[in-house]
């Protein structure tokens, strides 16, 4: 999101509908029901929050996983309009506000407790091992 000055500086998505409506816009679900076809993704569609409209959409992965190219349209592919988005560095998410990351990033897995191994049983103090 791109906030200008003098906006609200936490919108929320007056014009969706269903159980988005007054949705707040940052954390959006506006991507739904793609299926991946190698490096497409196919039968979707995306959520423009500006006006709430929902389009069709299909989506492509570059060769090298840096960019996505997403397309939104009506009816046929030829009816729309495409955008490029770019992958963020991975240091780029040190600049996220922290509540940011917790409310809409999922925890990593946890990793499974270790098994402890029963320990031998002890001998007596003074008991020669046989």
């Known amino acids: ?18 159980d988005q409506k007054n949705a707040p816009s940052l954390g959006l679900t506006i991507i739904k029901g793609m299926k ?3 490096m497409k993704f196919e039968d979707g569609t995306i959520l423009d929050p500006r006006d709430g409209k929902v389009y069709d959409a299909v989506m492509e992965l570059s060769p090298d996983g840096q960019k996505l190219t997403v397309r939104g349209y009506l009816g046929i592919t030829f009816l729309g309009r495409s ?5 963020l560095p991975q240091t780029a998410l040190a600049e996220v506000d922290p509540a940011v990351i917790a409310a809409h990033m999922p925890a990593p897995p946890e990793k499974p407790a270790q098994k402890q191994q029963p320990s031998p049983p002890q001998r007596p103090k003074g008991a020669a091992a046989k």
């Open 83 to 87: 955008q490029v988005w770019k992958r």
């Open 1 to 18: 999101m791109f906030i200008k000055p003098g906006d609200n500086p936490n919108p929320i998505c007056t014009k969706c509908t269903g």
């Open 36 to 38: 991946r076809n190698g």
